[in-house]
């Protein structure tokens, strides 16, 4: 049904539906539930906390032995849980400064795994939200780029929230934007293209703006209680 949703959205603004990955948000669901869903054919399952992600892995390992399966990281990530995130997430969307890519790089390159992530922006200047501010995100990009464990993907954001979509567009219009500076400007790789926004309440213009993979929690698994 979402995966209708997200068909209709793509075919309305004119883009291919390989163009959008659904990350489902499985944080606070069961894992029998999250191993459900996975039966009916999710793919990449979005966690905000390593700890509560580490014990879900723990506990499908059967499930995820039959489907190929990716976990991203969209929640905050303090510096002391780094290691065990480069250990269990095949992406992390919430890089918010220069001195965690830093640090994830440097864990990755032991590990010998080349990380994907995405740097996180706060357009809304929220002072309650992660992310990095829009001023600084390309110089930000630049740096990043330049670290060879990590593999900038783009960018990802999560906007104010506020009920109606249609108000929410001029963020999603903003970061579609920042995207195309950075790629313009030459300071980012080739990799770099991907616009990690869009929740339940909103994918759909998230994805008329330009989205290439909405975090979608509640219109999948309903709300948590
Ligand atoms: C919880 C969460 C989502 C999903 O939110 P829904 O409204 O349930 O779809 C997406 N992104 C982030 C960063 C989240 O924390």
Redesign the pocket.
């Not at 975090?215 to 698994?221: C, E, Q, W, Y």
């Given at each position: 049904m979402i995966k209708d949703r997200i068909a209709s959205s793509c075919r309305r603004s004119g883009r291919s539906v390989s163009e959008v990955t659904l990350?489902g948000?499985t944080?606070t669901i069961p894992y029998s539930i999250v191993g459900q869903a996975i039966e009916a054919g999710l793919t990449v399952l979005?966690e905000?906390r390593v700890q509560e992600a580490a014990d879900k892995i723990a506990h499908l390992r059967q499930v995820t032995a039959q489907h190929d399966v990716e976990w991203h990281l969209?929640?905050q990530l303090q510096s002391n849980k780094a290691r065990r995130a480069v250990e269990l997430f095949d992406a992390i969307?919430?890089l918010d400064s220069l001195k965690l890519a830093e640090r994830l790089d440097g864990i990755a390159a032991e590990s010998g795994k080349r990380l994907p992530v995405f740097l996180e922006v706060n357009l809304g200047a929220e002072t309650s939200k992660a992310g990095v501010t829009e001023t600084e995100a390309l110089h930000l990009c630049e740096k990043i780029c330049r670290l060879p464990n990590l593999v900038l993907k783009g960018l990802m954001t999560?906007p104010p929230f506020l009920d109606d979509p249609q108000e929410i567009r001029p963020f999603f219009k903003k970061l579609r934007e920042l995207r195309d500076q950075a790629i313009r400007a030459g300071i980012v790789d080739s990799t770099f293209k991907e616009l990690s926004m869009g929740?339940?309440?909103d994918?759909e213009t998230a994805i008329e703006e330009g989205s290439t993979c909405v975090?979608?929690?509640?219109?999948?698994?309903g709300s948590?209680s």
């Open positions: 990350v948000v944080k979005g905000n969209i929640g969307h919430s999560v929740m339940s309440n994918f975090r979608v929690g509640t219109a999948i698994f948590r």
